[in-house]
């Protein structure tokens, strides 16, 4: 599966953006999904991910009650709404895809995911 990820930009503070994550192919349905991102100087981190069927997500606590992950399986694409968002989080975003990850734990793990998005841009100004 080939991933593209696109809703990067500059924001300030306090404002809001959605990171989209289209895939090609017709097993999207068939993968687990995950947010990661990595900011400059530091490692790739994960942000968020959610089940194959939608009905499990999970959501790391720097981010939580302010990030929500979805999909939608008919268009292949998986969501990031980011609101709130703060200086800290700029970062290059990248969504992956995971045909293994079943635990909490695999799901925090890059090394559980197969397939990456290129990555898109996100900087909050202050």
């Known amino acids: 599966v080939q991933l593209q990820a696109s809703g990067g930009g500059l924001v300030q503070a306090g404002g809001s953006l959605r990171l989209s994550c289209a895939a090609s192919g017709r097993t999207f349905g068939s993968y687990n999904m995950g947010w990661f991102r990595q900011a400059p100087g530091k490692e790739r981190e994960f942000v968020a991910a959610i089940n194959w069927s939608g009905d499990i997500t999970y959501v790391a606590d720097s981010v939580k009650g302010r990030f929500t992950i979805s999909r939608d399986n008919a268009k292949s694409t998986v969501y990031l709404l980011m609101n709130d968002l703060k200086p800290e989080d700029t970062a290059v975003y990248y969504c992956?895809?995971?045909?293994?990850?079943?635990?909490?734990?695999?799901?925090?793990?890059?090394?559980?995911?197969?397939?990456w998005g290129q990555g898109t841009l996100v900087t909050v100004s202050s």
């Open positions: 992956a895809a995971s045909l293994t990850a079943r635990r909490l734990w695999e799901y925090y793990s890059s090394s559980y995911y197969d397939y």
